[in-house]
């Protein structure tokens, strides 16, 4: 089966199943085995930093090993074996049903005006403190998480799955997957994590930015604000502490005519940011499922176009 027709029914299988949350998850284990690599790592090397970009190293070689052996041995058996755990592969990779379903979660507590419920499920999405948000405050972690996970659970997995079928996104995902185990810039990870997050960043710098740039054009048959989110992404996009992350939340910011960014709290401790966006009108619950429908028109436009490339290339 082409490549194509595998991306295809993945994307379906996402979006009608969502994460295979009873069948054993290949992220699951990617994060045990980085897990488990880092307490081998630590013993062996006196430096942190050397010890991680052995265990990035390592995690990224054992799951492309197991993740290309497997599909070696299936096309081997049976060429519809082979198809069908490239299909699997890049299924398991991609989280747009999972994202908005968590997101709508947050939003039908609102509409029920539940706020402590809202609270508690925005609280499994996002890692600043939400006992202390109101309505407005859930709401802006919840388009912030959507427009952030936009590139790194929907769009980009797919464009490594072009360029790399189901061996490229679940490399992908591997370095995802290391840089949510060990990307943080605590005493620990600090040194530690530099190679995870770096490597992250670097793999999403260039369809991060590709997918920031469709939003505009995803947000004009959305009926959204397609001049300002072209303005807000030029002028926001570097109001934010990732490189990649700026421009999602800056062109979304735009096209629903509302401000991101600003003030949060960490484990007590306030932490303020700049803001991305001009608000052109308060924040309001149906904005959640306002930014759900922008992340699937531009994930359309991804796979649209990601389709007209393989078809022209033949």
Not at 97 to 121: I, N, W
């Amino acid at each position: 089966m082409p490549l194509g027709y595998q991306i295809v029914v993945a994307v379906l299988l996402d979006l009608l199943w969502g994460d295979p949350r009873r069948l054993p998850h290949p992220v699951k284990f990617i994060g045990r085995f980085a897990l488990l690599s880092e307490t081998v790592t630590r013993k062996l090397f006196s430096s942190p930093r050397l010890a991680g970009i052995v265990t990035v190293l390592a995690v990224l070689t054992v799951t492309a090993g197991l993740c290309w052996g497997l599909l070696l041995l299936g096309r081997r058996l049976y060429p519809w074996l082979g198809d069908t755990l490239s299909i699997l592969i890049i299924y398991t990779t991609l989280a747009a049903r999972d994202l908005t379903r968590h997101s709508g979660e947050v939003y039908d507590s609102l509409a029920r005006g539940d706020l402590p419920g809202a609270r508690r499920r925005i609280g499994m999405i996002v890692g600043r403190d939400t006992d202390v948000l109101d309505e407005q405050g859930v709401t802006r972690a919840a388009v912030e998480s959507v427009a952030e996970n936009t590139a790194d659970g929907v769009t980009v997995p797919l464009i490594f799955a072009f360029l790399g079928g189901p061996l490229g996104a679940m490399l992908y995902k591997a370095v995802n997957t290391m840089d949510s185990t060990f990307g943080y810039k605590n005493e620990r990870y600090r040194e530690f994590g530099w190679a995870a997050a770096r490597l992250d960043d670097l793999v999403n710098y260039l369809p991060a930015r590709l997918t920031a740039a469709l939003i505009p054009a995803a947000a004009l048959p959305l009926g959204l604000n397609v001049r300002n989110s072209i303005k807000i992404l030029r002028r926001d996009r570097r109001h934010h502490p990732s490189p990649n992350s700026g421009w999602l939340e800056a062109a979304t910011a735009g096209a629903l005519g509302v401000q991101l960014g600003g003030l949060n709290h960490y484990f007590g401790q306030p932490s303020a940011r700049p803001t991305m966006g001009d608000p052109l009108r308060p924040l309001e619950a149906r904005d959640i499922l306002r930014v759900n429908r922008l992340m699937f028109a531009t994930y359309a436009l991804i796979l649209a176009g990601g389709l007209a490339l393989i078809h022209a290339a033949g």
